[in-house]
């Protein structure tokens, strides 16, 4: 018997069994997109969630569904949302910025993603200034594609943050691999069309004034995911990369072998262990 008397372990397999299944019920919920589905009215939240506090462009970001994840919190693992697939971390900050969660913990393997928030938090100033002086040029996209591609070899935090956000806010729908807007030899005015800069500014200076309240690492998202699970007033949100379409999508993907490891991870530890965290899945 555990010492909470609501279960005992099983000493062969490690497992957890309920005396009463009924009064206690595991928390994981699995949020799919159906494109041809028809758009969920949300009820007026009575909170004004900010969907475009990102500075990052990324395909299958939730910036859309923002009200409708928050539908899905429960108040009493609100504390903390442990992010193991940041990205562009769209519902995660606005989470943070309406007061509904009070930390957040981003995480991307990435190096150059997580450069980025690494210098949101502690040295903003180092994107801003190049946002205020550096005007983009096809060539310099190239090299920053070429940066990205490279694996950030020899590129120290500053030039990988940059690269990843200069080709993320240039490239067609973010992705790394594609081409800049308006193609290759594409005019001036079609590369910057999504550039912004004032925008961009602002929307660091944001985030940086919230730091206090984030934490960012660049960790195995299987292994924060058995460490975050422990936490018992957090919620996990698992966003991990597109499989059939990711090696052509993003820097860091997965195969399907291992994409389902990692879901199979969650899983697992989910029905196997005393259920103290919430999970979403998308």
């Given at each position: 018997?555990?010492?909470?008397?609501?279960?005992?372990?099983?000493?062969?397999?490690?497992?957890?069994?309920?005396?009463?299944?009924?009064?206690?019920?595991?928390?994981?919920?699995?949020?799919?997109?159906?494109?041809?589905?028809?758009?969920?009215?949300?009820?007026?939240?009575?909170?004004?969630?900010?969907?475009?506090?990102?500075?990052?462009?990324?395909?299958?970001?939730?910036?859309?569904?923002?009200?409708?994840?928050?539908?899905?919190?429960?108040?009493?693992?609100?504390?903390?949302?442990?992010?193991?697939?940041?990205?562009?971390?769209?519902?995660?900050?606005?989470?943070?910025?309406?007061?509904?969660?009070?930390?957040?913990?981003?995480?991307?393997?990435?190096?150059?993603?997580?450069?980025?928030?690494?210098?949101?938090?502690?040295?903003?100033?180092?994107?801003?200034?190049?946002?205020?002086?550096?005007?983009?040029?096809?060539?310099?996209?190239?090299?920053?594609?070429?940066?990205?591609?490279?694996?950030?070899?020899?590129?120290?935090?500053?030039?990988?943050?940059?690269?990843?956000?200069?080709?993320?806010?240039?490239?067609?729908?973010?992705?790394?691999?594609?081409?800049?807007?308006?193609?290759?030899?594409?005019?001036?005015?079609?590369?910057?069309?999504?550039?912004?800069?004032?925008?961009?500014?602002?929307?660091?200076?944001?985030?940086?004034?919230?730091?206090?309240?984030?934490?960012?690492?660049?960790?195995?998202?299987?292994?924060?995911?058995e460490e975050a699970y422990w936490s018992d007033d957090s919620t996990i949100f698992?966003?991990?990369?597109?499989?059939?379409?990711?090696?052509?999508?993003?820097?860091?993907?997965?195969?399907?072998?291992?994409?389902?490891?990692?879901?199979?991870?969650?899983?697992?530890?989910?029905?196997?262990?005393?259920?103290?965290?919430?999970?979403?899945?998308?």
């Amino acid at each position: 018997m555990d010492s909470i008397e609501q279960g005992f372990w099983c000493e062969i397999c490690d497992g957890y069994t309920y005396l009463n299944e009924q009064t206690t019920k595991h928390r994981f919920k699995l949020i799919l997109e159906d494109k041809h589905a028809e758009k969920i009215k949300i009820s007026p939240l009575g909170k004004r969630l900010s969907k475009r506090m990102s500075p990052y462009r990324y395909p299958g970001g939730k910036s859309r569904i923002v009200e409708y994840l928050y539908t899905h919190l429960q108040e009493t693992k609100s504390k903390k949302i442990v992010s193991p697939y940041t990205g562009g971390g769209s519902f995660e900050l606005a989470m943070l910025n309406a007061g509904i969660v009070e930390q957040l913990h981003l995480n991307d393997l990435d190096t150059g993603v997580f450069s980025f928030w690494w210098l949101m938090k502690h040295y903003p100033h180092e994107i801003i200034e190049r946002i205020q002086t550096v005007q983009p040029t096809h060539e310099a996209y190239f090299k920053a594609q070429d940066v990205i591609l490279s694996d950030y070899e020899g590129a120290d935090m500053v030039e990988a943050a940059w690269s990843s956000l200069l080709v993320n806010r240039l490239a067609y729908s973010g992705v790394p691999k594609a081409n800049p807007l308006g193609g290759r030899k594409g005019t001036v005015k079609d590369l910057l069309s999504r550039r912004n800069p004032g925008e961009l500014i602002r929307r660091i200076e944001k985030i940086h004034s919230l730091s206090d309240n984030i934490v960012v690492t660049q960790e195995n998202a299987i292994d924060l995911i058995e460490e975050a699970y422990w936490s018992d007033d957090s919620t996990i949100f698992l966003d991990p990369p597109y499989v059939k379409k990711g090696k052509d999508i993003y820097h860091c993907y997965y195969c399907d072998v291992k994409h389902k490891f990692s879901v199979w991870k969650a899983y697992a530890l989910f029905y196997l262990i005393i259920s103290l965290i919430d999970f979403f899945v998308t």
